[in-house]
């Protein structure tokens, strides 16, 4: 196995998924956490991080360009400083700004999976920090279909960190209420939103060995080993259900 695939296999361990209750009036939380979208950009912007829902997990927000900023989201997680962490990005035309220009075949399977809960691990480009690749020279990136937070990557500049916001060890958070419990005054803020429903996560999808240019095919195999997909972890959606996408992008 290669370093990057361990590495992102061991970033995303499945976590078992835990109910929480819908929360309407986010009690339980101090009122001077919450934050309106434009309050959680302008502090991102500012070096901070805080936690947003999305469609699976909560995530903590952060400025992916910021070295500072992800020192401190490991600190706050007690996460390993060996282990990546992975982007979401506002639009397809902000994918160009993180990774190495994908073949046809493969932006066609991106273009009909996204926004979507799948994470594809690409070849990174060379300025992208290492602290996100964990030195593998590979990230992880989506483009959610949740819309706020598309809309904060937005408005962050096209993209933010998405690790789950949780401390490391702990169950991942689906509403406010549980990021508080866990994490406090250790984050600038949550963005306020209604409890995520429960989730296993994106599917997360390793294409950083395919070639540009290079047709996919669906499973592994001789003679075309290197141009295979390879499942990380699956998370909401079903890695088979991605293979008829990618048979006809071999059309």
């Not at 598309?150 to 549980?178: D, M």
Request: charged share 25%; hydrophobic share 35%.
């Amino acid at each position: 196995m290669k370093k990057s695939e361990k590495n992102w296999k061991n970033t995303a361990k499945k976590q078992k998924p835990r109910l929480s209750k819908k929360i309407k009036s986010c009690r339980g939380v101090s009122p001077y956490a919450l934050l309106s979208l434009d309050q959680a950009a302008r502090l991102i912007k500012k070096g901070g991080v805080v936690a947003y829902p999305t469609e699976t997990f909560y995530g903590l927000g952060a400025d992916p360009k910021n070295k500072k900023a992800l020192g401190r989201i490991y600190r706050i997680k007690g996460r390993e400083k060996g282990k990546p962490v992975s982007i979401i990005i506002s639009s397809l035309k902000e994918l160009q700004n993180w990774v190495e220009q994908p073949g046809s075949s493969l932006r066609k399977l991106i273009k009909s999976v996204w926004p979507g809960r799948v994470t594809f691990i690409f070849k990174a480009k060379k300025n992208v920090n290492s602290i996100l690749t964990a030195k593998t020279g590979t990230i992880g990136i989506r483009i959610p279909p949740h819309l706020k937070a598309r809309q904060l990557a937005q408005k962050v500049g096209g993209a933010i960190t998405a690790t789950s916001a949780n401390l490391s060890g702990l169950p991942s958070c689906f509403s406010a209420k549980e990021v508080w419990g866990q994490m406090g005054d250790k984050i600038d803020g949550i963005v306020r939103g209604r409890s995520c429903k429960p989730s296993k996560g994106s599917t997360i999808v390793d294409v950083s060995h395919i070639a540009v240019g290079a047709p996919l095919q669906p499973e592994a195999g001789p003679p075309l080993e290197d141009a295979a997909p390879l499942l990380i972890r699956q998370g909401d959606v079903p890695f088979k259900a991605l293979v008829p996408t990618l048979q006809r992008g071999n059309v």
